[in-house]
């Protein structure tokens, strides 16, 4: 018990004295999941209107492959990514495995779905109510997919929290990608990991406590987002 407390001091005194490689990891993993988070929310934002309203052959089967890569195992991802960016892959002459672009793609392939299939939803429902109106005013399909996304960009805004928060928690795929090379592709995921198992609790927990820290600001950042939505305030 005398370690666990002890290991609870130093991660706070490693909080507040803003250790260099705790906050190096730290600003490196928010780098790395803004950057897919924006990557991802370019491909996933303008699917999702686009699904909710043209309609063509494939489209349900489309939305149930969204729907099912929700639940595609990262490591898998990750396995993937790697088979493609290694040496004997299609890309590796581009010599990004074990770089943060590595990781970036992993992830963007994690999130896409998610922001996809929720954004989807609210997007699907927004249609529904806009359909006879826009129709009537003869706008192009464009035109419905800019007014769509812009009317719903609170539900949006919170289909790509969701996304960050999946993103900011990933370990499997970026271990298998990015390689947790010091300096380099330690982010805050791997870094525990790596230090749980050397040992060193003070500066697992400190990392712990700040992705903890994360996940509360996201989750209640998309509660707030939710009530104000319900209370018709923008």
Known sequence: M?????????????????????????????????????????IALP????????????????IAVLNALM???????GLVVYVFLSRAGPFGVFGLLFTP??????????????IASIAHQ???ELWAEYHDLLISLN???????????????RALLTAALAGFGRGIGEV??????????DHATRVLTTAIALETGKGDFALALALGFILIALAIAVNLMIHWLSRTETEGRW
């Not at 705790?22 to 991802?40: C, D, K």
């Open 2 to 42: 005398s370690e666990l407390w002890q290991g609870i001091t130093q991660a706070v005194w490693l909080l507040i004295t803003f250790d260099a490689d705790l906050y190096e990891i730290t600003l490196r993993s928010l780098q790395v999941t803004f950057t897919a988070l924006l990557i991802a929310c370019l």
């Open 71 to 77: 639940g595609l195992p990262p490591v898998v991802v």
């Open 139 to 153: 706008t192009t399909q464009l035109q419905r997919i800019a007014t769509l996304l812009w009317d719903a960009r």
């Open 172 to 181: 499997g795929a970026i271990m298998i990608v990015g390689g947790n090379i």
């Open 47 to 62: 699917l999702a209107a686009l699904l909710a309203v043209r309609r063509f052959r494939y489209r349900r089967a489309t």
């Open 122 to 124: 609210s997007l699907r």
């Open 101 to 114: 672009t590595a990781m970036i793609i992993a992830q963007v392939i994690i999130i896409v779905p998610l």
